[in-house]
């Protein structure tokens, strides 16, 4: 089991996390409305006009994230430019569940690696990109329970 105070103590965990949900890009997009003419990069985005940030993008952008295809939880030692990371959104309306969905993880992260063996099946499987990278095969895995 891991209690309340273990959670700070869990850094490599809490990395594993960060760059899981980048590479995952559940949610792909954030959705706002310009509610006032905005210039932009040169480009004008009228009032009313709806604006995705393309969240995949953003997190897969070589300019932000070095090699980012690669999985490497020490790419977060270094705080990421502020806006570079956008898996929850951002301002008033960043998901309300941020905290607890990476709470989550970690709770099964660890019970996974803790106690278990477990083997994709499939490690080459095609990736489906649509609405966010997963294998075809729904990542199928076989597990060993290691210990009572
Ligand atoms: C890895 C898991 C999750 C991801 C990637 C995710 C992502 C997002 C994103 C991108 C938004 C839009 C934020 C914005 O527009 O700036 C959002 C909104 C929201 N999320 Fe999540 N979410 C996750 C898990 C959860 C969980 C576990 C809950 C609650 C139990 C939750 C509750 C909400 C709520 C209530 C909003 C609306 C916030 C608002 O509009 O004020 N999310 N989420």
Known sequence: ???????????????????T???????????????????YGGYTIPTGWPV????????????????????NPERWDKQVKPGTYQAF???????????????????MLHHLSIG???ELLNPD???NYLPHPRPLDGAAMTFRKLRA
């Open 52 to 71: 995705l940030v393309w969240v995949r993008s953003l997190h897969t952008d070589p300019v932000y994230y070095q090699d980012p295809l690669t999985f």
């Open 89 to 107: 959104g951002g301002g008033y309306r960043i998901c309300a569940g941020n905290m607890l969905a990476k709470l989550q993880i970690t709770i």
């Open 116 to 118: 278990y063996e477990w």
């Open 21 to 39: 949900i980048r590479m995952a890009n559940v949610a792909p997009m954030v959705h706002r409305v310009a509610n006032r003419d905005v210039e």
């Open 125 to 127: 499987a095609k990736i």
């Open 1 to 19: 089991m891991i209690t309340h105070d273990d959670l700070p103590r869990m850094k490599y965990t809490a990395k594993v996390v960060e760059e």
